[in-house]
């Protein structure tokens, strides 16, 4: 059964770190790449950053960079968002998602075909 699971959210205070992981069970070679994305309440789904499998190469938000990292464990089919310097504007809930395409820098919400539940995120001031 192919099924995406994140762990590692909860609340943490401003200027504090999370690590959340997704672990990609049963991950078909389709899978070319994987993303986070996160929405906060009354908002739309936005991009976070993405990774691809096989190199490794990543792609972020220009707004996260510096503060987020993706990165992947091809043995253990686990994607992680280290996030850094956390601000009460970083509380949402985080999905991961997986793309049949390789090219990340291009990818839209759209090109993401299977999503996890999602995991909460909650930085207070």
């Known amino acids: 059964q192919v099924q995406l699971v994140e762990s590692g959210g909860g609340l943490v205070q401003a200027g504090g770190s999370l690590r959340l992981s997704c672990v990609a069970s049963?991950?078909?070679?389709?899978?070319?790449?994987m993303g986070w994305f996160r929405q906060a309440p009354g908002k739309e789904r936005d991009f976070v950053a993405a990774?691809?499998?096989?190199?490794?190469?990543?792609y972020y938000a220009d707004s996260l960079k510096g503060r987020f990292t993706i990165s992947r464990d091809n043995a253990k089919n686990t994607v992680y968002l280290q996030m850094n310097s956390l601000k009460p504007e970083d509380t949402a809930v985080y999905y991961c998602?997986?793309?049949?395409?390789?090219?990340?820098?291009?990818?839209?919400?759209?090109?993401?075909?299977?999503w996890g539940q999602g995991t909460q995120v909650t930085v207070s001031s």
């Open positions: 998602a997986a793309s049949p395409f390789a090219t990340i820098t291009t990818l839209t919400r759209k090109d993401f075909v299977s």
């Open positions: 049963g991950r078909p070679f389709s899978w070319l790449s």
């Open positions: 990774i691809r499998w096989s190199s490794g190469s990543t």
